[in-house]
């Protein structure tokens, strides 16, 4: 086989084309689009491995493999393969990459980004692929660069990506060539460009402000107007407020068939209004005005449409220009920029065409006076237009709108010059303004037609050709005709059009007007000829331009006769108004002056060539005259800017040549200064800025003054000189000159310069000498303290800069940083600071800090300056960037050594810099760009410079106080980053940085504070170190794979490096150790807690050290490590100090995320090694790590649930580590636990298991006033100092969160023990009140509020894929108030989204247990009381109590399942069809590890006992719960005649019908053949409960069947007939086999009862009096039956209630039964969750429960009216008795039953007297109708919504055969008033004869008839009776829990 050799490097690089699973030996997988990284090479094989998984190397075939050209970047610490590709691809694909795998997670978690960022990659793929195709120009390639970087800037903040910092290119910036301070402004940069990119295309706006000139954009979309002929559309912008154009106009030829007449144009009418500057911006209002010209005949004639044949006739060869209309919009808010204009809006210009004899203008301003015109008045004519506002000058915005401004675009100017004029700018326009004139009408007899004619002739007559236009868009005209007013004698025209006249034939050249009458007869029109003209002449007689004013001209008359158009004599005649002398009368040649006539123009002139002012021409022709010399530079400083400027080099010119020509006097040298001084000026104005170029230039190229350097030099120094003159006029002259000095020095240069060329150097020296003095002038000049030169010295330090690059070419650098040094320090102190510190600022951007000998010179001085103002906290700001600005100077390699710079701002200002950094608030903006200075020096300095450093520190302290300072700016920095997160590159360079110092700092404290030992400067070493290493910037694992490798490749694992740095100062420490022990555990831990292996392996030997060092330590304080080494008596022998911080410290931070599975094991196996080596200390130490790692695994496993949703799975861990800190008997984290677990509870409302979890924390207190050591303080109770202050508190929020929990018996305990601790130790008697009050309260809600009883499920979780806590194991689960099964099963299965629920109870086999899946088995069991079942039977309990001690505080509990099983005894017989003889019950008794409720609302099952109970035993139950089930149907019917029979029919028919439920033959079959007694001799007795059971059903069956008789309709006739076959039949069997059974049940009539008196009770909701019942016989005798107790009926109530939701197999756990006189064992219970409404006849029972809900409206007796009293209405809506019993003692189930006398279903053994539950004489009558129908219409306060009346009787007897009754409206309850019956009351009163059904039911009748009207339903409609609720089935779901209304009766559930 061949071998193996490296591949070329440029073949390094392949992509995946094809998916590689090979699963052969050291193949590695790929998939399509995988990199792969090749090494060597093999035939067909590569070797290598993929960028995903850069650990595992393999090979893999060559044939799947596209090699890419690549680059091998070998520079940095790790070798880097990247494609050779252009850089912005690369980046491309690695965000593309990056991206792509964000976006997956974006759609896991529903992200509102997953749209955005995926359009995002997709371009990025189409740019990707443009850029890759190599077909790009270079401009297009230039533009999608800066658009998928701006696009992948935006991205990456967009998915919170850290931020790409760019170069000017776009190029991605590398750290380790730019300079620190470069790197951070373009982090700034970079931020702002994002932040302006994220928020949206709306800057523009802001830009504006920075722009001089504006233009305004107009595209004329469509003009709508009927027209029969062509015309002329004028568009101008118009000021309304000053009634004048602003601009040119833009004309547009329109043809009369609605198009232009250009057909270039269409579609392409499009105009830029240019040159528009702020002030223009800012008018007030402005217009878009549109002028319409008909072009065409002097009257419209309409063609006539009727005539085919019609051709119109032929219009004159040059139509006339008649007035049309005219469209105006107001567009000041798009002038303004308030609206910003869009090209594609379309903007309707309404036309208003002219009346008659009504000009242009006059129309105009009718529009103006009107807010909009109607469309009436313009009838849908109109002009269609585009607006926008465009910014900048005609350059720059054809390079920002090219779409609008590109092509075919028709410029309109302002008519004046733009607010800068730019330097190419020539320009020579005359505006002329034809505004009006006056015609007398000569020979005509009507006014005339009048037509101006307008031409330009030169000096010579001719007319000039071409230099005339109507504005933009049309050509240039030579003659210009005006529109014509018919029959007008005084036209206004105010036409305005341009003359464009060149220069060359300005001066010489005249305006010729001509008037001439055009008739509207075409042939008059022909032989018409002018009948006057006027003229005037463009340049004045003194050289200067037309004045820009309104000008009257002269009109003369022609005589044709005598005029010759040749003659030129009328230019010898006055042309104007003004020229005119009084009385004259000029004349010549056929032209005669009209007085009568007038002519008006106005002019405007906009020229660079051209002026119209008289003393500048004097300036510049000064040659001719040089008398005036003098007052003409005087009068050159007054002339307005713009002229100057215009003229700049020949002013120049002019005043060097007067400098120059009078070089032998100074008499004019102060002069031409002066006016120097005010054309530099001019030029440095805003106005004029762009005139500074044109100045530059003049030096450079034109100036050529070659001694004016000698007089410009000595002017300068006397005015420098004089600076403190008190002239005013010589201050005012300095400052210009200070303002002035750049190009005062400028000229002066250029002049030596031009000498020295001239004259090869000659003078040189004499200048430098001179130039040296002029510097040291303006250096003396800064000595002054006076107010007067404040301004100058100001101003010379802001400019001065500005002339060191010119005094450079002419004088020493070195010099010139001595005199510059020498004028800063000149400055006094506390004077012109900030100037002074921008002028140093200015100097250090010069070319003199580019020499390393002027920066020796300048830097002490300038470091000197800032270390002082930032000490003084003055212009920090400024001081920051001057260093800024050095530091990145120094960065540069083009500048020479800068080792002694760098040490000179080393030493003078670091220490400042950093006392500033620490001092500074970090909200403040500065604050970066001082940390980056700081970074930017240390990045600079070498060792050599740490050595000087440190060296230069006077004093030990000194040293000591500075490393104590820079490591708590480290620390700082990294702890509080002062750069957002996403600044990756900053932060990494500041942490290089850092590294490299804390490296050097290390050495200097082994060095220095060793010996001594200086604690401080090492534990803050330590700290530092900590904190740089844990830092967030640095955890490089929970980076992204690119981002990862970026990191290491240009900085390595700095966290790696630091640990080892770490490590070797501990163990520098020697005996000192100790110092830091247990005080570095914590962030030792934290260092040991990253997840890196190698520093963890480092590291983790520390904790052993510390455990010898304080094993090792002394007891007594005053020795030290070094002492017991030589005496070993008094070592500690242990290390709980840093056993106790370990643990702490470990919770802490494994709670907060560090750590993991690998860490523990680390920990274990490096520790557990060091421990079993160690002699001394094995067997502590190994029981150390155990608990370490014990504590580990339950604090991951904590971590990992904590944040699950499942709360109850935090509990569950939770408890877990409160069990193990019990265990290590940890007291302060026992607390913390049990309060997150208190908290926990108390997030899900379970107050019972936050009461039982406080209770964990009072049992470690004591009733002591001893003061709480640390150990046990809470954090929730910080003001407890003793024992027990926190106890009692504790105590008392225990018995708020019982109470709110309804654990009233549990909150008494706690109460009670409060009320010993009051009464016995602290003696508070007051406390001891509220306590016995609140206890009050908790007796009474025990006995009067509901409290509903919860379920107890069991919950078994089966398979590993649970997590640890809970695999494989079982619990007992205490369900929340109100919850079934189903409703139980869905919240479990909710919070289990992974698990499968088992349908079986069969416990499961390994193959589940052991799988990997969830596996739920969730059932119901049923509490057991035990113990306290036999304490509590046999005693008057109330059934209140019964029910909490049969639900709560229990540990056992018990569930059955069904099963099948032959008799093995029973060899032959018919067991094998009948299921009863096989159907087995497998009970299971379940024992949790805690009683519940605890601290949880589950706990584990610690024990099973399985039993199974036999097939008689379970035919036993279900007779016994089929019996019960009759007698509450019994009871039920009895008591609410108008149940539904449905529940009745089905029960009797399942029982009777052998063919549906095959009745008791199945029992016979099964257990009464003579077969079963042999083989089973032992359930004799068994055999004979069943009989008997069977018995006792007839006569239940046989009063079922008489009810369903009565109630039955016709329509079940036939049922009930088969029905009493049925039963006749059974009752015949089941008689004659087990004989006859009789029934405590009977239809007998009722007796009558009789009131007695009896004591008050309390009820559940408010106090009533009651009085008791008695029952008689029909003969009047009173027999005396034992009263149920009020427990007993609280009990029996409870009875019925649960079984409305009871699973029909459950078992009863009431108590224990005592078997009837049948053999009755209640053991199994069905329900009939029926409401009772009570007939009027009444039926009493021997078993009957009080109802909660009982309500009845009783009439009011008049004759007991003042022996009664009345009730509150809020006893109205709540009363509600319980029964006390007057006799008895033995509850229900253990009171042997008696005969009983014959009255309605009483018991057979005793009369028993019962309470009535209703007053019966009420103190008042009954409600009206009304107020009765409204209580009735309230809401139910109970869970059914029909309303029911009810008797007490009924209710009781419902109750206690198990009926469930539900509550009523809220209305006529009987504790409407009280009862307080006397003796006399015994004897009831007549009945009302109105009284309703259910109201008097109690009360018994004269006669029989009781019994009838019992079975007749209620006849009153008022009586609204609820419907049966629905047969309980076993999984039916519970009914919906009472609303918890406090003015309603809450319901019994």
Known sequence: ????????????????????????????????????????????????????????????????????????????????????????????????????????????????????????????????????SGTLPVDELKEIKQLVTSKIDMGNKLLDLDMVVRDDQGNILNPDIASTIQLYWQHELATERIRKATSGPMKKVQKTVTQYSHIFFVSVRNFVCKMNEDAELLMTLYDAKEGRAVTENYVVRWSKEGLARDIDQLHNLRVLFTDLGSRDLHREKVYLVCYVVRVGAMEVRDPDHRRNSHVPKKAHAEGMRRPFGVAAMDVTLYISGKI???????????????????????????????????????????????????????????????????????????????????????????????????????????DKNVEVTVRVCNEKGQSIPGVITLGGGVEMINEYRSVIYYHEDKPRWFEIFKVAVPIEEFKGSHLKFTFKHRSSNETKDK???????????????????????????????????????????????????????????PQHGGISLSSKDSFT????????????????LGLLNWVSHPEGLKDSLAALMKVDGEEVVKFLQDVLDALFNILMQNSDSDLYDNMVFECLLCIIGLVSDRKYQHFQPVLDLYIKESFSATLAYNKLIVVLKYHIDNANSTDSQDKDMLLKTMKSLQYCVRFIVRSRQLFSELNEGKGQQQFEISLKQLLQSITGMMCYNTDSTLLVQGACLKYLPFTIPDILTVFSATELSGLLTELINKVPPNRLMKQKMMTVNDIVHSKLFLYSDCRAILLPVITAHIKELLESREEVELCVKILSDIMELLFRSDIGPTVADIKDIMLTVLRTVIQTTISMDRESPLVGRLVAVMIAIFRQMTGHHFEVYIDHFITITDLLDFLMEILLVFKDLVSKPVYPKDWCEMIMLQNSVILKSLRFFSHTIRDYFFQPFEHQAWNNFFHCAIAFLTQPALQLDVFSQNKRARIIGRYKDMRRETGFEIRSMWFNLGQYKIQFVPGLVGPFLEMTLIPETELRRATIPIFFDMMQCEFYSSRVTSESFGDTKRNTSNI????????????????????????????????GEIMLDRCENHSTMKDQGIKFVKTVTRLMERLLEYRFIITDENKENRMSCT?????????????????????????????????????????????????????LPPLLKSHKYLKCQTHRDLKEALYYDIINYFDKGKMWECALAVCKELVTQCEEEIFDYIQLSSLLKRMSQFYDSIMKQIRPEPEYFRVAYYGRGFPAFLQNKVFIYRGKEYERLSDFSSRTLNQLPNAELMNKLTPPGDDIMESPHQYVQINKVEPLMDDRKQRLSGKPISDQILRYHRVNDVQKFRFSRPFHRKDPLRLSGGDGDNEFASLWLERTVLVTSYPLPGILRWFPVTSTDTYQVSPLRNAIETMEVTNKALRDLIIAHRSDATLQLNPLSLKINGIVDAAVMGGVTNYEKAFFTPEYVEVHPEDAALITKLQDLIASQIPLLDLCIQIHRQRAPPSLGPFQQRLEECFAEMQNHVESKYGKKTCDLKLESAHSVTMRRQFSTSNSHADNRLSEASLTSSEGSRSRVSSLTRSQVTTLKNFATTFNFSNINSSNTLGRATVSHYGNSPSKQHSIGSPLVSSRSQSMFSKTSSSPSLKGTSKRDKSSKESKRRLSRKNDRESSSSIQSSTSTSQWYTTPEQELSPPIFTSVA????????????????????????????????????????FNTTSVLNARFNGSSTTPCNNRDSIGTTDSTASEEDMIPPPLPQKARDADYCNLPDETDSLVSDSLRPPTTPRVRNKPPPPEPVEKEPPPTPPPKNPGLKPPFC
């Open 601 to 616: 123009i106005h002019t405007n002139v906009c020229s660079t060539k051209l002026t119209q002012n008289v003393d500048l």
């Open 1215 to 1267: 408890v877990n580590l409160l069990d193990f800190y019990s265990e290590i008997n940890r007291k302060e984290m026992y607390i913390r636990y049990v309060n997150k677990l208190c908290d926990l509870h108390l997030e899900c409302d379970n107050y019972t298991e936050a009461a039982y979890t406080l209770k964990l924390h009072s049992k470690l207190l004591n009733w002591s006033d001893a003061p």
């Open 1806 to 1845: 005793t009369t028993p007297v019962f309470e009535l539950r209703q007053e019966l004489t009420p103190k008042r009558p009954l409600r009206s109708e009304v107020e009765r129908e409204r209580r009735m219409s309230r809401p139910s306060s109970g869970q059914f919504q029909a309303s029911s009346r």
């Open 1 to 132: 086989m061949n071998q193996w050799k490296p591949v070329k490097e440029k073949d390094r690089y392949g992509i995946a084309i094809h998916n590689f699973h090979q699963d052969a030996l050291y193949r590695i997988k790929l998939m399509v689009g995988d990199a792969v990284h090749i090494l060597e090479e093999n035939g067909d094989w590569f070797f290598g491995y993929s960028t995903k998984n850069r650990a595992v190397r393999g090979i893999f075939p060559k044939s799947y493999i596209h090699v890419k050209e690549c680059i091998v970047d070998k520079t940095g610490p790790v070798e880097v393969i990247t494609l050779k590709q252009p850089h912005v691809v690369q980046e491309l694909t690695s965000v593309l990459r990056e991206w792509g795998h964000i976006w997956k997670h974006l759609y896991i978690v529903h992200s509102e980004h997953f749209e955005t960022i995926e359009h995002r990659i997709c371009e990025l793929i189409r740019y990707r692929s443009k850029i890759l």
């Open 340 to 446: 910003e204009g869009n090209e594609e809006e379309h903007h309707f210009i309404p036309f208003l065409q002219c009346c008659d004899r009504d000009n242009l203008d006059g129309t105009l301003r009718r529009i103006l006076t009107v807010k909009e015109l109607t469309h009436k008045e313009h009838k849908g004519q109109g002009l269609w237009t585009s607006l926008k506002l465009l910014h900048g000058d005609l350059k720059q915005v054809r390079e920002e709108n090219p779409h609008l401004v590109l092509g075919n675009v028709t410029i309109a100017r302002k008519m004046g010059f733009p607010e800068v004029i730019l330097p190419g700018d020539v320009r020579n326009d005359l505006y002329l303004t034809l505004v009006s004139g006056e015609f007398s009408k000569g020979n005509k007899s009507t």
């Open 527 to 585: 032989t018409e000829k002018p009948f006057a003209m006027s003229y005037v002449k463009l340049m004045q007689e003194n050289g200067t331009t037309l004045r820009d004013v309104q000008h009257e001209l002269l009109v003369y008359k022609i005589d044709h006769k005598k005029f010759e158009d040749s003659d030129l004599g009328y230019l010898n005649l006055p042309s104007t108004r003004e020229e005119l002398t009084e009385g004259q009368k």
């Open 1132 to 1163: 500690k022998a242990h290390f709980s100090e840093f056993e106790n911080e370990m643990i702490a410290k470990l919770d802490i931070l494994v709670e907060g995320g560090r750590g993991d599975e690998h860490y523990k094991e680390l920990f």
